[in-house]
């Protein structure tokens, strides 16, 4: 037999539980101040305004930057999403549940940010900020590796791997558990976090690959090698990894606006192949007369891109200036074919460096300098975009005065991930630009942070960020087993 539950709407109770209903049903829309419209913009820093963003970024937590004894700002969108943060210092930091909301309700739309100040007892509000939620998500991983930005040596460094969708970021590896050695270079299969590698320099030197759940350490140096492997790429089959080889010399300058030139001597580059344990290598990738480096794949894994110079004495290194060539790949039997030409600037006066192409294989993004390859120290240093259809280049509006370094795509091609010292000049940080359906990068902005004013004290550096869309399942615990042990070697067989 059914119970039939009557409410008695007139008991005081039923009443005030109805009434705070309606108060949590209207609170979103809270009241806000009388105020006056100053019709300007309002500075926050970081400046999260007009940008484009994926819907499942963490906060972007801010800093108002106005002199003011409160401070309001109002988040809403069109579909009723609607509340308020208020501060007494101007720092911003937007509850997670309410940005989620905020977010997942503003898809492929915009939602705005009206900022007030409390000034003398009145209360002012600045021009509408409106920005622009994706219908693209962006890979749920960073990879980076943070470092002192020194010149000389280093002291703690290590590589973490950080959650955009919060702010947690666990190490994966720390250089305190390798006897303060040196690590860099992490790389991965297609923004597959399962497929990795990175090396060790100093103590305990060589590459750790982790592929197919398997992860060893091997000796990359041969006999027939300038040096071990460099500046690695890996081919989308998961096979091989193309490594350079280089000769690397740092000097350091005397004059005012330049600190140190990062060059090469010599280079090559070599091809490993994993289930066979050999490194190949050809004429056309180790010529005797110049300088090939910083490999990269086509996704069809058909081609091998890389930046190639004529070889300088030392006291030229502002003369050395890379091309862009591509060198057919026969990925079934590791054999070279046919070179090609792909982007010639070095007549021109410029060099080019960090080639990377889009998932889809349309575009290469690539950073170009008046010399050199070594672009965190060039400050002219810009990222360009190469239409692999067209062939057209052209530069797309996300570069500033100062460096623009490395960058990689995500694995929707969709976002890139890029180095800048915009900030400052001195501290690489890193930035996110919508790279929507049409070829078009869209307005950046930095990595988000949990306290607004983190960017102030953060004494590292951002190095070589990589967009993973899975969590790296490595940590010191496990790599410290085999970072201390011997490294394999490995065979060297000419392709010629």
């Known amino acids: 037999m059914r119970r039939i539950i009557r409410f008695n709407y007139n008991h005081p109770f039923i009443y005030i539980f109805l009434t705070a209903m309606l108060f949590m049903n209207i609170s979103c829309r809270q009241k806000l101040p009388h105020f006056t419209e100053t019709n300007q913009n309002v500075v926050l820093n970081p400046d999260y305004t007009s940008i484009s963003i994926p819907p499942n970024i963490a906060p972007l937590n801010f800093i108002i930057n106005e002199t003011a004894n409160q401070y309001l700002v109002r988040f809403h969108n069109s579909n009723g999403i609607d509340f308020i943060i208020r501060s007494k210092d101007g720092s911003i930091e937007i509850p997670q549940k309410k940005w989620n909301k905020l977010l997942s309700t503003t898809i492929s739309k915009e939602f705005y940010m009206d900022v007030f100040v409390k000034k003398s007892q009145q209360w002012e509000k600045f021009n509408t900020i409106t920005n622009y939620v994706t219908p693209d998500s962006i890979d749920k991983y960073l990879v980076y590796r943070l470092i002192e930005p020194g010149f000389e040596t280093w002291n703690k460094m290590g590589i973490y791997q950080r959650n955009l969708e919060n702010f947690k970021e666990p190490p994966v590896m720390l250089n305190s558990l390798s006897d303060g050695n040196c690590m860099n270079c992490h790389t991965f299969c297609k923004n597959n976090s399962n497929t990795m590698m990175f090396h060790m320099r100093g103590e305990h030197g060589g590459t750790i690959i982790y592929h197919n759940k398997n992860l060893f350490k091997i000796n990359t140096k041969t006999e027939n090698t300038i040096s071990a492997g460099v500046y690695p790429s890996w081919h989308p089959s998961g096979n091989y990894i193309a490594y350079s080889v280089n000769n690397i010399v740092q000097s350091f300058h005397a004059i005012p606006g330049k600190r140190i030139e990062v060059y090469d001597t010599l280079s090559n580059i070599i091809v490993y192949d994993i289930n066979k344990n050999i490194i190949t290598s050809c004429k056309t990738l180790s010529d005797p007369d110049r300088l090939e480096t910083f490999p990269t794949w086509s996704p069809d894994g058909r081609y091998l891109y890389f930046c190639c110079a004529k070889k300088q004495p030392m006291d030229k290194y502002n003369q050395i200036r890379y091309d862009l060539l591509r060198l057919a790949f026969d990925p079934e039997n ?50 360009y975009l190469l239409n692999l259809t067209t062939g057209k280049t052209s530069q797309p509006e996300i570069n500033s005065n100062n460096t623009e370094s490395f960058h990689t795509w995500s694995s929707t091609g969709r976002w890139i991930v890029f180095s800048s010292r915009r900030v400052d000049g001195l501290y690489t940080r890193l930035y996110f630009s919508y790279f929507d359906s049409s070829g078009r990068a869209h307005r950046p902005f930095i990595l988000p942070q949990r306290k607004p004013g983190f960017y102030f004290n953060f004494l590292k550096s951002y190095n070589l960020p990589e967009l993973v869309t899975t969590r790296v399942e490595l940590n010191p615990r496990k790599l410290t087993k085999v970072t201390s042990s011997v490294p394999v070697n490995i065979v060297f067989k000419s392709a010629d």
Do not use: A
């Open 334 to 383: 590791c054999n070279f074919g046919t070179l090609d030409t792909i982007w010639s600037v070095s007549d021109q006066g410029k060099s080019v460096s960090f080639p990377r192409i889009s998932p889809d294989g349309k575009y290469l993004l690539f950073c170009m300098s008046d010399y050199g390859n070594f672009t965190i120290w060039h400050p002219e240093s810009d990222l």
